[in-house]
């Protein structure tokens, strides 16, 4: 009977210590309208996207530019772009803006992600083009920038920011 059970606590032992694999293809979410869901995106698109970032905080827009393609870029203002020169031209309008009101320019890349949609069977589908990596800045403006990027074959094609003010969970406003 001892050798029953330590057979069978050695054989608990070995079990306990092996590997267990992840998911093949993880994934989780909806997108309204089809059947696909959201997958991990790669660390590779992490980078393109961390070049892009550290190119615009050091207004290198040569570098910034070549990772821009024709796309539709949302600021956060409601300004719409379209191609690198726009984005550059907007951008640059907007730290020249931020110097002759005084203000601190630049912000803190607080976390960013890739994700991909999986596969679709509609050829309607425009999200499956590269990989989406989310980002949230803190400005030194005192706001917090949301972020989308699109990006495919190392360019950004898609983009949109969001601006909103410090804070989690927003101060209650008394009245």
């Not at 210590?17 to 790669?42: A, H, L, R, W, Y």
Request: glycine share 8%.
């Amino acid at each position: 009977m001892k050798k029953i059970i330590l057979l069978l606590g050695l054989f608990g032992i070995l079990i306990s210590c092996t590997e267990t694999k992840p998911c093949d293809i993880p994934t989780n979410g909806f997108i309204d309208g089809s059947d696909q869901t959201i997958m991990m995106g790669s660390q590779k698109t992490v980078e393109v996207f961390k070049k892009i970032d550290a190119a615009w905080a050091a207004r290198d827009y040569e570098t910034l530019k070549a990772h821009i393609g024709e796309g539709t870029f949302f600021h956060d203002d409601g300004t719409v772009t379209n191609n690198g020169d726009s984005f550059v031209a907007k951008i640059e309008s907007s730290y020249q803006s931020s110097i002759e009101k005084e203000e601190e320019w630049g912000w803190t890349t607080n976390f960013a992600f890739a994700v991909k949609p999986s596969a679709s069977d509609d050829p309607e589908q425009t999200n499956t083009n590269g990989e989406w990596v989310n980002a949230r800045f803190t400005g030194n403006d005192g706001a917090v920038y949301e972020e989308w990027y699109q990006i495919a074959n190392d360019k950004l094609i898609w983009w949109s920011s969001a601006k909103r003010a410090t804070g989690f969970p927003p101060t209650p406003t008394v009245e």
